[in-house]
């Protein structure tokens, strides 16, 4: 009997230290996908983050009174204006809390009526025209009131002498002959610039300035369908 006994016993304690495995065993894969799951999440916030820093669009609710007449004229030309001569006192304090040099910097301005839309994307003016920095601002505008803004831009360390940099390396470019880019022969087609899709851009982190050609093809074997296309050239 007491030999049936520690074996009863024994198997009551081999059987407790199972149980306890599997509990310690449970909490220990808890812990270790609790901590995974907040490794993600912590990954998730610092590529949002670098994201946005990158120029992911951010969206601000306004209601502030617009008048559609003070856009009109761009809607048929597209004008460069300083930022003090664009937006009423109201917006301008608006876009001053995402950028702080807004009133001082220029902006290429367009404005579409019937999607009641006005862009504006931050130029350089240089001798050679005006450098795109491929960031601005989107202010969508209703019955009179300007309703919500989106932007991709983010405030970057100023560069002294910017324009005249800017200018000298285009001017190089230019004299050796950068801006007579060679348009693709495409057999049975019509290949044309667009003049209006001919620019320089230029990224503020990275220094990179390149030329833009755009140009479109007339496919004279597909009843005349076109396509339209880029050639990018770095400006040293």
Not at 17 to 36: A, E, Q
Not at 104 to 123: D, H, I, R
Request: glycine share 6%; proline share 4%.
């Amino acid at each position: 009997m007491a030999q049936n006994k520690k074996h009863r016993n024994l198997i009551a304690g081999i059987l407790l230290l199972l149980l306890i495995g599997c509990v310690v065993g449970v909490f220990l894969i808890s812990f270790l996908n609790k901590g995974d799951e907040k490794q993600r999440i912590t990954e998730q916030e610092s590529m949002q983050t670098e994201n946005s820093y990158h120029g992911i669009e951010n969206f601000v609710a306004l209601n502030i009174p617009y008048e559609e007449s003070s856009v009109m004229p761009y809607a048929e030309n597209k004008e460069v204006k300083l930022g003090k001569d664009l937006l009423n006192d109201a917006l301008i304090s608006e876009i001053k809390k995402i950028n702080p040099d807004f009133e001082t910097e220029y902006y290429s301005v367009v404005y579409n009526p019937s999607t009641g839309l006005l862009f504006l994307s931050k130029v350089i003016p240089t001798k050679y025209g005006n450098v795109f920095l491929g960031v601005g601002y989107t202010i969508y505008i209703e019955n009179g009131m300007a309703l919500e803004l989106t932007y991709t831009d983010t405030p970057i360390q100023k560069k002294w002498n910017q324009e005249e940099t800017l200018s000298e390396r285009i001017r190089v470019f230019v004299e050796s002959g950068g801006e007579k880019v060679q348009l693709p022969d495409i057999p049975n087609a019509l290949v044309q610039v667009d003049e209006d899709q001919v620019f320089y851009s230029y990224d503020s982190e990275t220094d990179e300035l390149t030329y833009t050609v755009g140009y479109e093809v007339t496919h004279l074997d597909e009843d005349g369908a076109m396509s339209a296309h880029d050639i990018v050239v770095q400006v040293p």
